[in-house]
Every structure is written in C-alpha cells, then in structure tokens.
C-alpha cells in the first residue's frame, strides 16, 4: 500500500515563498517518478512539475518555470516542491503523485495520489 503524505501549504503573500514536502510510504521509493499537480476552484487539475527517480531530469509547466524547483531526497523518501516568487494565480490544492517509470506531465500516467495541501497567495 502506497501512501502520499503533503505538507508545507499555507497563506502567504505574493512574492513569498513556500516549500512543500511529500513523504512517501509503501513500495521502493527510488524506483518511482513523482510528481506535483494543483487544482485552483473550478479549474482542472494541472501539470506542474514531475522529476525522474534519479533526480536527474526534471519538467515543469510553463507557468512555473524559473520561480519552483522540484527535488527529492531518495534516503528520506520525500519530494519537495520549492515555490518562490508566488503568485495570486498559483492558490490552489498542491497534489503530490508517484508513478512507476519515467516522468510524466499526464494526471492520467500516475498511480498514487496525496491528499493534497492548499496554498493560497494574496494580493
């Protein structure tokens, strides 16, 4: 059984920081690609960054890039999700996921879900 556990989330004002933290139980952590998603109130959920079991090689969505850095920590069985220079449009439900294999920026191609932490970033 596979469990996704997040934390980090909270209010904070635009142009701040937060860090997300993911910790994973169940199957070999290592062997798994991770990923975060989000979904903002009556928007589908989307892609936001994904990195490979490595931590080699990393994706992220055109509307984070440059401002959130993915990583993990394979001895601690985490991954991270730094996010600076916030914006009011990032608020949403920050989702953590893990596949078997490679990256991937489709919701569809993941097999594990967290429950999800809300980040909300005023104006």
């Known amino acids: 059984q596979v469990q996704l556990v997040e934390s980090g989330g909270g209010l904070v004002q635009a142009g701040g920081s937060l860090r997300l933290s993911c910790v994973y139980s169940?199957?070999?952590?290592?062997?798994?690609?991770m990923g975060w998603f989000r979904q903002a109130n009556g928007k589908e959920r989307e892609f936001v960054a994904t990195?490979?079991?490595?931590?080699?090689?990393?994706y992220y969505a055109d509307s984070v890039k440059g401002r959130f850095t993915i990583s993990r920590d394979n001895a601690k069985n985490t991954v991270y999700l730094q996010m600076d220079s916030l914006k009011p449009e990032d608020t949403a439900i920050y989702y953590c996921?893990?596949?078997?294999?490679?990256?991937?920026?489709?919701?569809?191609?993941?097999?594990?879900w967290g429950q999800g932490t809300q980040v909300t970033v005023s104006s």
């Open positions: 996921t893990a596949r078997r294999g490679t990256t991937s920026a489709r919701p569809t191609e993941y097999n594990y």
């Open positions: 990195i490979s079991w490595s931590g080699g090689t990393t």
């Open positions: 169940g199957r070999t952590f290592s062997s798994n690609a």
